[in-house]
């Protein structure tokens, strides 16, 4: 595998349900995020990780919790979500924070909630 | 409020035409621009970007030119290809602003051959 891998790559979900997003990185990077793509908005960024420690929190729901074991891990674990959280779930990576580091992204995960 | 603003929502050029998507930021500490490309069932990949102490980057096809005073940034496609077809996002970011990049929401580019 290279790059950014991501699974599942669909997922539907009821409201009471609990599942996990996986996203893996395979190009030694540091950083690794999550964003939310809702249809015909921009790319929202949820939370990011540099070193495995959390940076940002950017107001995220707690029904959304993120874990990341190491540096080539990120997950994303989904608890008791509305169906307004439907959307694209994109992870990326990249060498180091800042804003001159390009971001890699993985296929994304579609999650519909029913 | 978005602070990266991608006002058309779709665009559609003929194969062999230039191709302009255009993009406006409000954030005068942005300083850094990108470009993203993202065909269906795929992530965005990055495709160019520019440095706020140039007005002009060039990358074969792809130029992006900024001009700072309007907070304005275009994306030219020269000859655009049906390949080429896909969103376009234009996204930017500021080292005073730590490591957020922000998005704008992207244009749709169809390219008829």
């Known amino acids: 595998e290279t790059g950014v891998t991501q699974t599942p790559r669909h997922l539907v979900m009821g409201m009471t349900n609990k599942k996990s997003l996986k996203c893996e990185q395979h190009?030694?990077?540091?950083?690794m995020y999550w964003y939310k793509q809702s249809a015909k908005k921009p790319l929202e960024l949820m939370f990011v990780?540099?070193?495995?420690?959390?940076?940002e929190n950017n107001s995220v729901p707690s029904r959304f919790s993120p874990e990341c074991p190491n540096s080539s891990h990120l997950f994303l674990h989904l608890h008791t979500l509305q169906p307004e959280d439907s959307a694209l779930y994109l992870c990326?990576?990249?060498?180091?924070?800042?804003?001159?580091?390009?971001?890699?992204f993985g296929p994304g995960t579609r999650l519909t909630v029913l | 409020d978005q602070q990266v603003k991608q006002n058309s929502p779709s665009l559609s050029v003929q194969e062999g035409r230039i191709s302009i998507l255009n993009c406006d930021y409000t954030?005068?500490?942005?300083?850094?621009f990108l470009w993203y490309k993202k065909y269906p069932a795929e992530g965005p990949t990055f495709l160019i970007s520019?440095?706020?102490?140039?007005d002009k980057n060039e990358d074969g096809r792809f130029t992006v030119f900024l001009n700072k005073s309007a907070k304005h940034l275009s994306l030219h496609i020269v000859p655009s290809q049906p390949g080429d077809s896909a969103v376009y996002f234009c996204?930017?970011?500021?080292?005073?602003?730590?490591?957020?990049?922000?998005f704008g929401a992207g244009t749709r580019l169809f390219v008829k051959a």
């Open positions: 190009l030694g990077h540091n950083a």
């Open positions: 990326a990576s990249s060498q180091g924070l800042g804003s001159y580091n390009e971001q890699f």
């Open positions: 520019i440095s706020s102490i140039k």
């Open positions: 990780y540099n070193f495995k420690e959390q940076t």
């Open positions: 954030n005068s500490m942005f300083d850094y």
């Open positions: 996204a930017a970011s500021a080292r005073t602003g730590g490591f957020k990049t922000i």
